[in-house]
């Protein structure tokens, strides 16, 4: 199999990451764990974006040098991933001597195609600053709508677009001062003679999502390719052009480049020819970018390693934005959350899984919904992965497992078969598929400890050799889902390298069961998600002075909106406890206590859940209420609900409820669900198990 390069955007050198960054750091880091799992050899290489007028300006206003400002972000980036377990091979920085001669090595091929013109190009210019201004640098009244405070490339309150020049009394953001029109020679690249290259590079099998080369055909590579502007002109932070004093290589010029800079780093500390992965066909190169850079990294970036006779990446893998409770990242709801202020709060496995959980290889935008976070971490990784070991492990502490495999029906032979075709989503980068696929194994494996009750035999001294069989059976089945599970969750499968002793490294292990070894004390391997703990994260995400006007203080943050509700119910519930559902629907009449106990309510968990083709309203449910016993239920919610969303879910039903004949089968019972214009179905608290009685 090839060698692997893997490389993630480069991250900007002036600010922090933000939950929104680790959408495409936390995909590559799973992609690269798989792959290593299964022997293959990769490097996963990242660097930071420092050049340019902002770093610059920075730079000037706190006092300090560039290299000062981008030595410290480095610091504090590879700190934050490296508390979000995401790896890198080698982290660099654009502002280097690797990076600066791979830069001049491109350039001089660039010349010598004849790719290299000139341009007048008109600008803004600061006349106090002493430097031209970037549209960002700019600010003005709307010539369209005449909206005041607005940039230089485009109106927040119209949404036009416009040059910075088409600005009605514009000032510059850096010293107020009114800017001048002056012109500059720049220089610029030609792509147009790569057209027909691009044109078949870009349309590859399996290249780029099949939407990105449709785009890219539709709106580029249908008409002539402009020039691209590669230089700024002094006072700017960068490399020098060599053959153009004064002038200096945009920052969208050298950055890519960087991806290159930090393997030719990587190889001279380890010894490695660069040439190995950057000019062979035995090693593929695959990009992992967000929608926003497709143009440099699908259009410029291959005509500038086609011309200095580079590798091509194979794969450039796009991913959509991310927003946070249906809406854009907002400072003040608290939901542009930095790195630094998760981590406070909350445990980064839980972020880990919930991107792992949504990303497909498709390039659609993810939802962080607060509250979902908060179920799906635990209903699917406590309730189900994590309880496996706890209500297992603690019976053969002493014993140990059994020496050979037992009976389990075939679970762990049937799992052992789905290693492949989870191994093959990871692979494509669908690891909500993945994830899928490894939770209906834990629920399999759930349903298995569910009907032979090892607590129960435990209290039987005479079945000491079933106990210790079902049991190695469950944590058989437990680490296969953890091995399976270790791209996205590397610390949970170190931790359960402890508790059985064995090695969690390789894909393979989850083909052959462990049998005769000691299991160590349990210890918690995961804890539960606390609403309260991600009301205080937002609360702290906030500025002051909107968290004060929303009532919070130190010590007692104000709820979120949108944020669970669950452990602080009084911080939100002034807005919703208005009556006005009490009024649409007044209370039924008065029933008796023997009434009410005539309706057999029980906890029950969903175990599979599917449309009903020729239904607009329904989904069929199979619900578990514990051991054998399993009703189906037809339920009007496919509007509010997605199959694959529900299956493992604890709900409450009507379970003696007369079973009624539909043409689309036989509905055995109801389940609970509270609304009027929308579905919220009702579920228990944590500790709940199906069967049980509410009362």
């Known amino acids: 199999m090839k060698r692997l390069l893997l490389t993630s955007a480069l991250p900007y050198a002036n600010g922090h990451i933000h939950i929104g960054h680790l959408v495409e750091y936390t995909q590559t880091d799973i992609f690269a ?4 799992m299964t022997g293959r050899r990769c490097i996963s290489l990242c660097a930071d974006d420092t050049h340019g007028t902002a770093i610059m300006i920075r730079a000037r206003q706190e006092g300090r040098s560039e290299t000062d400002v981008i030595a ?67 600010k003005g009244t709307c010539p369209k709508c005449a909206a005041p405070d607005q940039y230089g490339d485009s109106c927040d309150r119209c949404g036009s677009t416009y040059a910075a020049t088409d600005l009605v009394e514009p000032r510059s953001a850096l010293t107020g001062a009114r800017p001048e029109v002056r012109s500059a020679q720049h220089l610029m690249v030609a792509i147009e003679p790569e057209r027909p290259f691009l044109s078949t590079w870009t349309q590859g099998e399996g290249r780029m999502p099949k939407e990105i080369a449709n785009y890219l055909a539709g709106h580029f590579l249908s008409e002539p390719l402009r020039d691209w502007d590669v230089s700024r002109p002094a006072p700017y932070f960068g490399f020098e052009i060599p053959d153009a004093p004064g002038n200096y290589w945009y920052v969208w010029f050298d950055a890519p480049i960087g991806y290159m800079a930090a393997s030719k780093e990587w190889c001279d500390r380890e010894g490695e020819a660069f040439d190995d992965w950057w000019r062979s066909e035995e090693t593929e190169i695959v990009h992992v970018i967000g ?6 990294h699908t259009l410029f970036w291959p005509a500038m390693l086609k011309s200095a006779r580079f590798s091509l990446p194979s794969r450039v893998q796009v991913h959509g ?6 809406e854009k990242m907002s400072k003040s709801k608290g939901t ?34 607060l509250e979902e976070l908060v179920n799906k971490v635990n209903a699917e990784l406590v ?60 629920d399999r494996a759930n349903e298995y400890v569910d009907r032979m009750q090892p607590w129960a035999l435990a209290k039987q001294p005479e079945k000491k050799a079933e106990l210790q069989a079902v049991c190695t059976v469950a944590l058989n089945l437990f680490r296969q889902i953890v091995l399976y599970l270790a791209p996205v969750l590397p610390k949970l499968a170190d931790d359960v390298v402890r508790l059985l002793g064995c090695p969690m490294d390789r894909w393979a292990l989850a083909k052959t069961p462990l049998v005769g070894t000691p299991v160590a004390a349990y210890e918690h391997l995961m804890k539960r998600v606390e609403p309260g703990a991600v009301e205080k994260m937002i609360a702290e995400g906030r500025p002051a002075e909107e968290a004060a006007a929303r009532g919070g203080a130190a010590g ?17 519930a002034a807005a919703e406890d208005d009556g006005a559902a009490l009024a649409k629907e007044p209370l039924a009449p008065e029933c008796t206590i023997d009434d009410f106990s005539k309706v057999d309510l029980r906890v029950a968990r969903i175990v599979a859940a599917e449309h009903v083709p020729e239904a607009k309203k329904l989904l069929k449910l199979t619900v578990s209420l514990g051991g054998e016993a399993r009703r ?11 199959p694959e969303d529900l299956v493992g879910r604890l709900v409450i039903v009507c379970a003696n409820l007369a079973p009624r004949k539909m043409k689309f089968g036989l509905s055995e019972g109801m389940v609970l669900a509270a609304g009027d214009e929308t579905v919220h179905l009702l579920s228990p608290d944590s500790g709940a198990k199906p069967g049980m009685r509410v009362h």
């Open 33 to 36: 764990r798989y792959w290593r």
């Open 72 to 138: 410290d972000m480095s610091a504090a980036h590879q700190r934050d991933f490296a508390a979000f377990q995401i790896r890198f091979d080698h982290y660099g920085s654009t502002n280097s001597p690797a990076n600066r001669a791979l830069c001049e090595e491109i350039w001089a091929s660039l010349r010598e195609r004849g790719r290299v013109t000139t341009k007048e190009v008109t600008q803004l210019f600061d006349p106090q600053e002493g430097m031209f201004l970037a549209d960002r640098f700019v």
């Open 291 to 296: 929608k926003d850079i497709v143009y440099f």
């Open 321 to 326: 934005f991310l927003t946070v409770n249906g």
């Open 336 to 369: 542009f959350v930095l790195a630094s202020t998760y981590l406070k709060h909350l445990d980064p496995a839980y972020l880990r899984y919930y991107y792992a959980s949504k990303l497909s290889s498709k390039v659609d935008d993810i939802d962080l919904n």
């Open 383 to 442: 309730n189900k992965v994590v309880n496996l070991a706890s209500r297992s492990s603690r019976f053969v502490a002493q014993t140990g497992l059994s020496a050979v495999y037992p009976e389990d029906g075939g679970l762990f032979a049937a799992a052992a078969a789905e290693g492949d075709a989870i191994g093959a989503a990871y692979a494509a980068f669908d690891y909500a598929r993945a994830t899928r696929s490894i939770v209906a194994l834990a």
């Open 556 to 572: 007692a943050p104000a709820a979120a909106a949108g944020a669970p509700a669950v452990a602080d119910h009084a911080a939100g």
């Open 632 to 642: 189906t239920v037809f339920a009007g919610i496919k509007a509010y609900y997605k």
